[in-house]
């Protein structure tokens, strides 16, 4: 069973900084897609930002130039780091693994952001 723990959620006023993480265990960390996506007050989960099991990212246009996924393998850990912080960027943030080589994805417990002066 893949488990997902995500931390560095916080309150943020706009303009500021966090930096997400989102630790995986229970699965062979290279074999996985990573990705974080988000669901503000009323709106629908969407994507945020996704890596690749080999490096290669894409992000949502509205965090394009502000906010960076990485991983690092050695420690079964994916980041967002994320800037320029705005008030639509409020959001709980999920963690997400797929699997690459069947449909398996799981998702972790979510981590609150707010952005708010």
């Known amino acids: 069973q893949v488990q997902l723990v995500e931390s560095g959620g916080g309150m943020v006023q706009p303009g500021g900084s966090l930096r997400l993480s989102c630790v995986a265990s229970?699965?062979?960390?290279?074999?996985?897609?990573m990705g974080w996506y988000r669901q503000g007050p009323g709106k629908q989960r969407e994507l945020v930002a996704r890596i690749h099991n080999l490096g290669s990212t894409n992000y949502a246009d509205s965090v394009k130039g502000r906010f960076t996924i990485s991983r690092d393998n050695a420690k079964n850990t994916v980041y967002l780091q994320m800037n320029s912080l705005k008030p639509e960027d409020t959001a709980v943030y999920y963690c997400?693994?797929?699997?690459?080589?069947?449909?398996?994805?799981?998702w972790g417990q979510g981590t609150q952001v707010t952005v708010s002066s």
């Open positions: 229970g699965h062979i960390f290279i074999m996985y897609h």
């Open positions: 997400n693994a797929e699997h690459t080589l069947s449909t398996n994805t799981y």
